[in-house]
């Protein structure tokens, strides 16, 4: 069992509201992604790190973004939640070029 | 370019009766192949992965999984399915793209186990 924590794991939040979800993992990988899941649907990568100062888009286009300020810690934030952000966000990481070891997710929901 | 297709969207089983799901993928070099599963309100849990080792890979759970190159498989199976087999199974490979290793996802395989 990997050592990556998801907060909060669930989120219900009005229209225009500033969010962030936070991901941690103890395991000094540093390489750390956050994908995103809507019901029903294959993963798609939104952003990824490569270590500490790096950050990158992903595949899918996001209106969210990502810090990473220290090697376990990398926080997506949303400046103006809507609707169309409702899904569930998996955070990921892994060391050098091995398995991805994902979070439990937080599952998002913008009124 | 690599994509993997998972040629069924739900499967259903009884108890105690084998579990196969299916796994197609194309990748213009030899690939690493990976199973994860998620149970609902979970995050996603890496059954096994195939890394150009043995072909038979066994993966936790009883579950595993066989890499045919020549049909560009990678099957799931299990000898005998329990009730906490239920989930989300998704089929994933793996390539490098732009320095970091690049999951590339399946649309999943809802399986349900029924007594």
């Known amino acids: 069992e990997a050592d990556i924590y998801q907060t909060p794991r669930y989120l219900v939040i009005g229209t225009g509201k500033k969010i962030t979800l936070e991901c941690s993992q103890t395991?000094?990988?540093?390489?750390m992604y956050w994908y995103q899941q809507d019901p029903g649907m294959e993963l798609h990568l939104i952003h990824y790190?490569?270590?500490?100062?790096?950050?990158e888009k992903g595949d899918l286009s996001s209106e969210s973004t990502v810090s990473r300020i220290r090697t376990e810690h990398f926080p997506l934030t949303l400046e103006s939640a809507r609707p169309s952000h409702t899904s569930q966000y998996l955070c990921?990481?892994?060391?050098?070029?091995?398995?991805?070891?994902f979070g439990p997710g937080t599952r998002l929901t913008v009124l | 370019a690599q994509s993997v297709t998972q040629l069924d969207s739900h499967v259903s089983v009884s108890e105690g009766t084998p579990v196969l799901l299916r796994c197609n993928y194309s990748?213009?070099?030899?690939?690493?192949l990976f199973w994860y599963v998620q149970h609902p309100n979970k995050g996603l849990q890496l059954l096994l992965k195939?890394?150009?080792?043995?072909?038979l890979v066994k993966g936790i759970n009883g579950f595993e999984a066989e890499f045919k190159k020549s049909e560009t498989s990678f099957h799931l199976t299990k000898p005998s399915a329990h009730m906490s087999d239920a989930a989300e199974y998704f089929c994933?490979?793996?390539?490098?793209?732009?320095?970091?290793?690049?999951?590339?996802f399946g649309a999943g395989t809802r399986l349900a186990v029924h007594p």
């Open positions: 990921a990481s892994s060391a050098a070029l091995n398995t991805q070891y």
């Open positions: 395991m000094g990988h540093d390489k």
């Open positions: 790190s490569y270590g500490v100062n790096s950050t």
């Open positions: 990748s213009s070099y030899s690939p690493s």
């Open positions: 195939y890394t150009s080792a043995a072909t």
């Open positions: 994933v490979v793996s390539g490098l793209s732009g320095g970091y290793n690049k999951l590339i």
